[in-house]
């Protein structure tokens, strides 16, 4: 079983940065990592929405156009971690945003599709005033 728990969010104003970090831990976690990790968001009133992946090695990363050159996505394998680093925040980023992991994709298949993962975090609330 994977337990992921996310930190870092908060409240900045426009133009702002932010970075989400993501712990993920279980029995297997440490010599057998998921493949495919990503993280999404949902805000007031709509569904929740794929913002990036990031396959185990490094090699594959995906972003939804809403920010990409904004937003960047990394790991830290040693320690577990997943990271989401978040500037030029805009008020439509204002979100509650999850981690995730996939156990079943990787590679170039390891996108910000939220029927591929199995495993979520509670959430982080991120909000961005104008």
């Known amino acids: 079983q994977i337990q992921l728990v996310e930190s870092g969010g908060g409240s900045v104003e426009t133009g702002g940065s932010l970075r989400l970090s993501c712990a993920g831990s279980g029995p297997t976690y440490a010599y057998d990592p998921p493949p495919c990790m990503g993280w999404f968001r949902r805000a007031p009133g709509k569904e929740r929405e794929g913002v990036a992946s990031i396959s185990s090695g490094g090699d594959f990363t995906y972003y939804a156009d809403s920010v990409k050159g904004r937003f960047t996505i990394s790991q830290d394998t040693a320690k577990n971690m997943v990271y989401l680093q978040m500037d030029n925040l805009k008020p439509e980023d204002t979100a509650m945003y999850y981690c995730?992991?996939?156990?079943?994709?990787?590679?170039?298949?390891?996108?910000?599709?939220?029927?591929?993962?199995?495993?979520w975090g509670q959430g982080t609330q991120v909000t961005v005033s104008s």
């Open positions: 995730a992991a996939s156990t079943w994709y990787s590679g170039n298949a390891c996108r910000p599709q939220e029927s591929r993962y199995t495993n």
